[in-house]
């Protein structure tokens, strides 16, 4: 049973334009949200996260959206730039410490 | 800082032998760590998670008597696969969890990872 799931495998985007990456849950009671980079024969890289009492955080280029209403949250990175080239992990606990569940992963190619 | 470290980064091993692998928090006190596994192009799944001096709590369907885990202090953690076969082949990943001067757990810090290959 995936309680995150990532339903888009792949998303190519051009240098300069937005990324939107989408990731959806189903346990109400996940309490903490992050998203992690990873590339390839690497561990994943903390980028940002946001806890379930707002709806939206910012940190430079990212900014992570959370509608609980919708068990939905997403990534929004703008400008995006050939570096962001990766693949882009959601996940969720139960807490800000503690166990992470993870969404399968999407992998972001931006083009110059 | 939040540097995680982990040894071997990549081993082969023959099918019934058994590989030990490290994770170390290198700048910090690590007051648990997790042990992840990630087959290709899927998600990583939690396996354990491991608290220094006690025993580690494995998910449902991991076999603790397969994948030990011992956290000896509070900046290494191994995971031994033992009498490893060619299922297990995987990329192992390690991650870090610390407190910060208030006591508020942090973000997990993740190691490099460990592609394991059993022949």
């Known amino acids: 049973d995936q309680q995150v799931k990532q339903n888009s495998p792949s998303l190519s985007v051009q240098e300069g334009r937005i990324s939107i990456l989408n990731c959806d849950y189903t346990?109400?009671?996940?309490?903490?949200f992050l998203w992690y980079k990873k590339y390839p024969a690497e561990g994943p890289t903390f980028l940002i996260s946001?806890?379930?009492?707002?709806d939206k955080n910012e940190d430079g280029r990212f900014t992570v959206f959370l509608n609980k209403s919708a068990k939905h949250l997403s990534l929004h990175i703008v400008p995006s730039q050939p570096g962001d080239s990766a693949v882009y992990f959601c996940?969720?606990?139960?807490?800000?410490?503690?166990?992470?569940?993870f969404g399968q992963g999407t992998e972001l190619s931006v083009k110059p | 800082g939040a540097v995680v470290s982990q040894h071997p980064s990549r081993v082969i091993c023959k099918s019934g032998t058994s590989v030990k692998i490290e994770c170390r928090s290198l700048?910090?006190?690590?007051?648990?760590m997790f042990w992840y596994r990630q087959f290709p192009k899927q998600s990583l799944m939690l396996m354990a998670t491991?608290?220094?001096?006690?025993?580690?709590?494995?998910e449902q369907g991991v076999e603790k008597d397969k994948f030990l885990i011992n956290h000896a202090s509070l900046t290494l953690s191994t995971l031994t696969v033992t009498s490893a076969h060619p299922e297990d082949s995987s990329f192992y990943i390690c991650?870090?969890?610390?407190?910060?001067?208030?006591?508020?757990?942090?973000?997990?810090?993740f190691g490099p990872g460990t592609r394991l290959t059993v022949l």
């Open positions: 991650s870090a969890e610390t407190a910060d001067t208030s006591g508020r757990t942090d973000t997990q810090y």
């Open positions: 346990n109400s009671m996940f309490d903490y």
């Open positions: 946001i806890s379930s009492i707002k």
């Open positions: 996940a969720a606990a139960y807490n800000q410490g503690g166990k992470l569940i």
């Open positions: 700048d910090f006190q690590a007051t648990t």
């Open positions: 491991s608290n220094e001096g006690s025993k580690a709590t494995y």
